[in-house]
């Protein structure tokens, strides 16, 4: 059988460039981003990845190179209605100060003209699922929120519309770990969101591995590698790509590490054999990563975790020397 085409790109950019005065803030940048994917733009703070995503919408015009969303330049759609059918989250969340929750979701379908009756519905049932019940946020303001259901405000408005194209500049910026942890989750969660084209902004590499199918990771205005976050991890392209994850190094790779790689290195306990599990075990499926089965037997307290399709269960240390032995083994071969 013949291999399915690749899906034409929603996105394609080539020689994308553009100055403020001297200084080239995105550098002769070309990539694709294709149907459904959610490409993440990562790098140190004023490498250009604002500035990338800006011009993306027309809301900053570039110097030179092409721009095309669905196959059309983007310079010969009127900017106003260009941005209507592309959902965009502001770094600063910017939702208007004077609007209710409820007003400020219903913005872009009020000005593509959709019917009052099923903004409402949709706008009710998007804070449903974002964890803010319309009967008590939508009728409040913004400065009444906390900044994490600002966050998911600013989410659910660039939703409202149902634009096949989402642009997030730091989406989850400036919340503490535990919100910033949850309103991702949420985020991943989000149905719609699997359907869409998403161009995601961070500096923080692991948020970058959860969310990207590709990374693009950006210095100084210039690619420095695009692929998928395993590949930038374990096939770094120059120094900087390198040490850009070193810090992060071992909790990155436990999270693109399956179980099913890391079983043929497990070793038994002792001459008795591994220590009976206790029943009730916790249990996930052998493409799970290593993290998901730490963090999972971190919540559950057991110290034991059944592997579907693996003879015995494991214990929380089996596990970890068997994860650091796969490691060894990949370094040893040359990855
Ligand atoms: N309107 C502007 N005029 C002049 N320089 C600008 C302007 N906007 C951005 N810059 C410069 O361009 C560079 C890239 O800025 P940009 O906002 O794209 O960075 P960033 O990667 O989004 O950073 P951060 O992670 O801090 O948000 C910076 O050096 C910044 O000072
Ligand atoms: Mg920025």
Redesign the pocket.
Known sequence: MPAPAPPSPVIRVSHLTKR??A?V?VDDLSFEVAAGETLVLL??????????LKTLNRLIEPDGGTIEINGRDVRQQAPEALRRGIGYVI?QVGLLPHYTVAQNVGVVPGLLGRPAAETAARTAALLERLHLPAARFADMLPAQLSGGQQQRVGLARALAADPPVILL??PFGALDPITRAAVRRDFRELDELRRKTVVL?T?DVTEAFELADRIML?NN?RIQQLGAPRELLEHPANDFVRSFFQAERLALQMRVTTLAEVLPFVESTGPGGPAPAPAGAPALPATASVQAAVALLGETGTGHLRIEGAPQPLALGQLLAAFGRALGQAGAGGG
Do not use: N, Y
């Not at 140190?44 to 500035?51: E, L, Q």
């Open positions: 403020f005065g200084q803030v790098g140190p703070s004023g490498c250009g990845k604002t500035t990338l770094q500049d730091e902004v500096h950006l205005g």
